[in-house]
């Protein structure tokens, strides 16, 4: 069954592999523009002026992104923060974030929306405003037509899904979307949580207009090997605005030292183009399984997807509980362990992780979360090795072939 799976998903997996070669490329090339060298994986302590291999890692990132500038640390705790970060880096009260693909993932709710006290974007008098998508793909006509009258300071684009039942957004598809906003409010910062779509196009958003992006180091980025961190990369002056707020208006970018040093940031980056396409393999057999024991997923097995993840639909709770469950068992780490669903902080409903990773909560490697509503998606991400998604296929099969 399994390998008559591979043979159908021949096509897909040559295009990604096609990819993966020309992003190593892209990358390799960052790290010898950039004269990378070994002194530059040594850490620093205390202010961490002069850190070079801080500052090294960030002109690498920006390489490899396109972009003018960027702002890597370990010391930003998960893709959120940085978010959070830029949000509170690049508005100012009396500003509007628009946001042109829905809400925003989960755990910036609170940020968003919540007038707290507790530190806010309503509380500093910054508005939230938003445009559906209609079916799957940002709405031009009332995106545009909002931008134009209302010039908000931030447009903001989700492009992966999260938890929500629609396909990522391509870079193709930003590209002209990003060319019309740059027209009608050249001044309006766009920027993209880019988390979980690295390396899985041969253009990333800030080659396509994008003023900023930003994500997760234990998702692509890392190549499954950062231990923690996130990146921001854009243009100078995006980066300037959001360095200051993540230390101080006085420091900027120039401080911030991280005495366990950071060959592993390096390794990651240079190993994330192949470590991501082998995800991207991993999940599309695992769907392609899972569609012929009759279950629907998205994106389906003769589509392209633009992030790493697969969503798999199930009948009842019972059986999504089950899928995660499953994941753990036959993980490498703490496959003893049995996941329950729990609230856990920042989301709206009781949520169910399988991450048996060897980075805590790294969605690089195999791992699952879900939370538990109808209709009952799971959402299944990473994979440091086909290898392993392929003997996880393999359990798989046998626990829901009917």
Known sequence: MIAE?????????DYYDDIALYNTKKVLKAFQDARVAGRHFFGSTGYGYGDEGRDKLSEVFAKVFGAESALVSPLITCGSHALNIALFGLLRPGDTIFSITGDPYDTLGEVVYDKNGLGSLPDFNIKFEKVELRNGEIDETNALKYIEKHKPKVVYIQRSRGYA???????DKMEGVFEKI?????????????????????????????????????????GSLAPTGAYIAGTKKAVELIANRFTSASLGAEVGSFEMGYRLFFQGLFMAPHVTVGAIKGMYLIGEVME???????????????????????????????????????????SNVVPEPWDMPGYTEPVIMAAGTFVGGASIELSADCP????????LQGGITYEHCKLVTEELYKKFRK
């Open 5 to 13: 799976c591979e043979k159908n998903l021949k096509e897909i997996f």
């Open 165 to 171: 039942i629609r396909d990522a957004l391509s870079v």
């Open 182 to 222: 740059k027209e009608i409010s050249p001044n309006s910062f766009i920027m993209v949580d880019n988390c979980y779509g690295e390396f899985v196009e041969k253009r990333e958003p800030t080659e396509v207009g994008a003023d900023v992006i930003i994500g997760s180091l234990i998702k692509n980025a890392g």
């Open 292 to 334: 012929k024991l009759g279950f629907n997923t998205m994106p389906k097995s003769n589509q392209k997807t633009y992030d790493i993840i697969k969503s798999i639909e199930f009948n009842t709770k019972e059986e999504l509980i089950d899928f995660v469950q499953t994941i753990q068992k036959f993980s490498p780490v703490d």
């Open 372 to 379: 538990i509503k109808k209709p009952y998606w799971a959402y």
